[in-house]
């Protein structure tokens, strides 16, 4: 069974840190482009950062670049996020998703086809 599985939201005060992770299983994570999404209501979703099977090649949304890192770890089939220096407006669910059909690289969520559950993040003092 193909599934991912996000942890590590949580309510964290602006200037803070969280780092999310993403598990999955039934399929290699390096095989395919992954990436992480985030979600307001009444909003779409938005890409956050995304990261490439080939090469590793990264992307991150204009609003977190400096200050969000997108990573994985090959041996434990797992992705993360780090967050730093958070701020209100990072308040979202987020969500890991990988690209399982193969198509050209994006972080665009309508090419993700694999989604978690998501986890919620709250920035608020």
């Known amino acids: 069974q193909l599934q991912l599985v996000e942890s590590g939201g949580g309510l964290v005060r602006p200037g803070g840190s969280l780092r999310l992770s993403c598990a999955a299983s039934g399929f290699t994570l390096n095989n395919y482009d992954i990436g992480w999404f985030r979600q307001v209501p009444g909003k779409e979703r938005e890409g956050v950062s995304c990261i490439s099977r080939n090469y590793g090649n990264t992307k991150y949304g204009d609003s977190v670049k400096g200050r969000f890192t997108i990573s994985r770890d090959r041996a434990k089939n797992m992705m993360y996020l780090q967050m730093n220096s958070l701020k209100p407006e990072d308040t979202a669910v987020y969500y890991c998703?990988?690209?399982?059909?193969?198509?050209?690289?994006?972080?665009?969520?309508?090419?993700?086809?694999?989604w978690g559950q998501g986890t919620q993040v709250t920035v608020s003092s």
């Open positions: 998703a990988a690209d399982l059909r193969g198509s050209s690289w994006s972080c665009f969520s309508s090419k993700y086809n694999s």
